[in-house]
């Protein structure tokens, strides 16, 4: 296991963090299913035994069991060979007493009189608008303060401009952000990265492997890499990419069996700041245009676009459509459209107005391709 320095926060953790989102579960008697607790406690303690020194979970995890469960295979002192983190579920808090009410709930439920990083959950603009007006860094301040945390922290999920907002605005202690060798202009990405180094704030990167999918690469993209002289795994691939970035302090895997345990901790033996040779790193950038020439839609991303007059979420629209084509999904991209009609987002909303196209930097053809969208979300799985 390779570790690194947390920053300045004076200890050194492993780069494998155990992300306690996706554990094993057992069917019942009754048909439903339940948290696999057996199966859970062997594989994080064996992790810990082989050198794993980072436990994320949090509130809603796994139907809001994680926490519970990891309090239970944290007994017996497996705490104190961790660092724990969990999260405040910014959407439960309406009021400044409700911080406190729910991290004293967070500290019953996971048996332990402190954790080491509290995190914000999840945070986007509104949210974090929300959280400073009610008093959300006065809250923390005072948390350290008498002793139920160590160290503030925050998850992002939003653009660069508002994660450069919210880590200019408090003293905090680590960011966790979602980061992987596709999504290096996405959300905080490379700019984010660079902006933590200048203020000295480690980072925690969640989906490095991107959800799971930079696991089961399409056919052109293996190929490039099963025709490189150095032979690794999609998944090694994906983990030396990030790993490779001095910032990042810890890579959260959520394993969900024990053969991923056991692969993950042999690629962490080498997953290391500088582990990526200049010929490494022209792969990554060829895998990542491997997987680019997928998408149909040469959509930027810009949101030049929007708002749409009748409310269609025209680049989160064309996004969903690229991921499912970029990773041979397109079978389950109805399901997931279904979330776009829902919110009234959905590209059947469009009335042809044209007002997008002329704004579109990429001269894009939009109103015939939200059409052939909104086709592909009607048909049945």
Not at 1 to 10: A, E, H, N, R, T
Not at 347 to 358: D, F, H, I, Q, S
Request: aromatic fraction near 10%; hydrophobic fraction near 40%; proline fraction near 6%.
């Amino acid at each position: 296991m390779q570790y690194v320095p947390f920053g300045d926060l004076g200890f050194n953790i492993s780069r494998l963090g155990f992300g306690m989102m996706r554990l094993p579960k057992v069917t019942l008697p009754d048909g439903s299913t339940a948290l696999d607790e057996a199966r859970a406690t062997a594989m994080l303690r064996s992790a810990i035994d082989q050198g794993l020194s980072y436990v994320d979970t949090a509130y809603p995890y796994c139907d809001g069991q994680s926490e519970p469960l990891v309090g239970r295979i944290l007994k017996d002192g497996y705490r104190e060979r961790v660092k724990l983190a969990t999260k405040l579920p910014v959407w439960k808090v309406e009021t400044r007493q409700d911080m406190d009410a729910v991290l004293d709930e967070q500290l019953k439920r996971l048996d332990v009189p402190y954790v080491d990083f509290y995190l914000l959950h999840a945070l986007g603009r509104e949210r974090w608008e929300k959280m400073k007006a009610l008093g959300v860094r006065e809250f923390l301040d005072s948390a350290v303060k008498d002793g139920r945390i160590r160290y503030p922290a925050f998850s992002f999920h939003d653009d660069y401009e508002v994660f450069r907002d919210i880590l200019t605005s408090y003293d905090w202690r680590m960011a966790q952000i979602q980061f992987n060798y596709l999504d290096i202009r996405h959300q905080a990405g490379l700019r984010g990265i660079r902006l933590a180094r200048a203020r000295r704030v480690p980072l925690v990167v969640m989906e490095p492997l991107r959800g799971g999918a930079l696991a089961n690469p399409p056919a052109e993209v293996r190929a490039m890499m099963e025709r490189y002289p150095v032979q690794c795994s999609p998944v090694e691939w994906a983990f030396r990419y990030v790993g490779d970035f001095d910032q990042v302090a810890v890579m959260l895997s959520g394993m969900s069996d024990e053969a991923q345990v056991q692969d993950n901790l042999r690629i962490f033996e080498n997953v290391r700041p500088g582990c990526l040779s200049d010929a490494d790193k022209r792969l990554i950038a060829r895998l990542r245009a491997g997987y680019r020439k997928r998408m149909p839609i040469g959509c930027t991303g810009c949101a030049y676009c929007v708002p749409c007059p009748r409310g269609v979420g025209i680049p989160r629209v064309f996004a969903a459509y690229n991921e499912a084509a970029m990773f041979d999904r397109m079978a389950d991209f109805p399901r997931r459209y279904q979330s776009f009609v829902e919110n009234e987002q959905d590209a059947g909303r469009c009335v042809r107005c044209g007002l997008c196209e002329g704004k579109c930097p990429q001269h894009l053809p939009i109103r015939d391709w939200l059409q052939t969208v909104h086709t592909a979300g009607q048909k049945s799985e």
